[in-house]
């Protein structure tokens, strides 16, 4: 019966029988389908009930006041059945989505098919409130012809997957060492491939649980009184020509070919 429906129209069809549940009424009527209208306030015809000035909560009061049922306190029918005349809104919500041309049933057609049953309950109530069938099908005809609403940036849902992956203790350890070796030489790049050294930056360093440590001095040219001193590795300390080729940094820091390599000189 209900494939028809629109998610908005089933959820307010919900809400009706929720009303009727809450009043511990036998059956569900039209007045407690105006009442689900109005509380899925999102659909159109919701929003129309709600601009002439109904709500939920004056409206539920009217149908308790109106109706002729009697609070007997007993819990009521599962599943509430749909009394005679909310069948017949059902049946009538399918002809006036036909003659608008439109193939699902909303809201909207639901708060039509309410002003096509000018002896119902719900009528009754909408006139309590001042409100006549010839002016809500007027309201409901003006919301349709405005244009839909395009979402914005801030009301359309995120598409964004958020990843994290979770690092080894090894892992760990050796981004550590491959961090202080990097900060030690003053060179761009750590590890034993490359790492760029502005993907850590002072936050990385920080979350590695270490501080950056001075570029040691660039050793002092001799003078010219003193014998020539042989070069020396910065990080492991190894003499030329021990430690075999030596390589300038960029800040002056010298590094062995073995510490190139990430082999200890022996």
Same mark, same amino acid.
Request: hydrophobic content about 40%; overall charge positive.
């Given at each position: ?24 009424? +036998? ?16 659909? #159109? %015809?919701? /929003?129309?009930? #709600?601009?002439?000035?109904? +709500? ?6 009217? @149908?308790?006041? +109106? ?37 699902? #049933? ?7 098919? #309410? ?41 359309? $849902?995120? /598409?964004? @997957?958020?990843?994290? @992956? ?6 760990? *350890?050796?981004?550590? /060492?491959?961090? /202080? ?9 750590? =590890? ?8 850590? %930056? ?11 440590? $001075?570029?040691?001095?660039? $050793?002092?040219? $001799?003078?010219?009184?003193? =014998?020539?001193?042989? *070069? ?19 800040? %002056? ?6 510490? @190139? ?6």
């Amino acid at each position: 019966m209900f494939e028809r429906f629109t998610e908005r129209s089933r959820r307010a069809i919900l809400f009706a029988q929720d009303e009727a549940r809450l009043l511990e009424h +036998s059956s569900i009527g039209t007045a407690h389908v105006l009442a689900g209208l109005i509380h899925e306030a999102d659909g #159109i %015809g919701g /929003r129309a009930l #709600i601009s002439l000035g109904l +709500s939920l909560v004056e409206t539920r009061a009217e @149908v308790v006041t +109106s109706s002729d049922e009697l609070l007997a306190g007993a819990p009521s029918p599962e599943p509430i059945p749909f009394a005679a005349d909310a069948k017949g809104l059902l049946e009538l919500a399918p002809r006036e989505a036909l003659r608008l041309g439109h193939r699902n #049933i909303g809201t909207e057609h639901l708060a039509l098919a #309410i002003t096509s049953q000018p002896h119902s309950a719900a009528v009754q109530v909408l006139t309590h409130f001042g409100v006549d069938c010839a002016r809500l099908r007027a309201r409901i005809l003006e919301l349709l012809a405005l244009p839909t609403p395009t979402p914005t940036p801030s009301t359309m $849902p995120s /598409r964004r @997957v958020t990843t994290s @992956v979770q690092m080894s203790p090894e892992t760990q *350890a050796l981004l550590a /060492r491959s961090a /202080r070796k990097a900060l030690r030489l003053g060179v761009a790049y750590a =590890s034993k491939r490359s790492l760029p050294m502005r993907l850590l %930056g002072t936050a990385g360093t920080a979350a590695l649980g270490m501080s950056p440590t $001075p570029t040691p001095p660039a $050793p002092s040219p $001799p003078s010219a009184a003193s =014998s020539l001193t042989p *070069a020396v590795c910065s990080f492991c300390g190894t003499p030329s020509p021990g430690c075999g080729t030596l390589f300038s940094g960029a800040t %002056g820091a010298l590094i062995c070919a073995q510490c @190139v390599k990430g082999v200890a000189p022996s």
